[in-house]
């Protein structure tokens, strides 16, 4: 199986800031990686895939980059409504694994 | 509009066999490249991909649960049906279904989930 790292585990930031979180997978996916933004209660929904395409409807300051085993999601100016746990999918091969997750604060 | 829904007991008994229904809208398993899928959470937040089936039939497990899955498509009702047996405690957990396609192996959409417990 595809292992899938996130870090950080948590993170607290303010509003207007640039937040980065990150996802490594144990062997390469090429840009087989979507991205997942979960609220309290809800579904997860889908951001990003492949790596860097962002879904429609989803807000410009989310973005994505990566490619190989190392990728990245951007929010360039967070926002109150972006709290939320963040989780990647490698979506190369199955079985389909996904991050930990990474919970987003808002300070 | 595509929508997803889970149905299904909320409380098994350790040991019993689990069945759970995804009744959808908005988009046929008949198609070309279309699947559905189901992904469990746990109370401990972790995402796990169970198990897929697609549009042509094709079925896949995880291989951790396979020996304990049995995924079914009623495509003229369109409904997906996931079927675990010799369910245990660490069974409990929220099951979503989601609708994915083979070409791009995402979940772009998904049910609001139905939690199961699994306790005597």
């Known amino acids: 199986d595809i292992q899938m790292t996130q870090s950080p585990s948590s993170v607290s930031a303010s509003v207007g800031d640039r937040v980065t979180i990150t996802c490594r997978a144990s062997q390469g996916i090429s840009a087989w990686l979507a991205w997942y933004q979960q609220k309290p209660g809800k579904a997860p929904n889908l951001l990003i895939h492949?790596?860097?395409s962002s879904q429609s409807g989803v807000p410009s300051r989310f973005s994505g980059s990566g490619s190989g085993t190392d990728f990245t999601l951007t929010i360039s100016s967070l926002q109150p409504e972006d709290a939320a746990t963040y989780y990647c999918q490698q979506a190369k091969s199955f079985p389909y694994t996904f991050g930990q997750g990474t919970k987003l604060e808002i300070k | 509009q595509i929508t997803l829904k889970e149905s299904g007991p909320t409380l098994v008994r350790p040991t019993q066999t689990l069945t759970l229904t995804c009744t959808f809208s908005g988009f046929s398993l008949s198609t070309y490249d279309v699947g559905v899928g189901w992904i469990r959470q746990s109370p401990r937040k972790a995402l796990e991909w169970v198990a897929l089936i697609y549009w042509d039939d094709d079925k896949r497990y995880s291989p951790s649960l396979r020996t304990r899955l049995s995924i079914t498509k009623d495509t003229s009702k369109s409904q997906v049906i996931l079927t675990m047996s010799n369910m245990e405690p660490v069974d409990t957990g929220t099951y979503y279904c989601a609708r994915s396609q083979y070409s791009i192996s995402d979940f772009d959409y998904w049910g609001q989930g139905t939690l199961v417990t699994v306790s005597s």
């Open positions: 492949p790596a860097s």
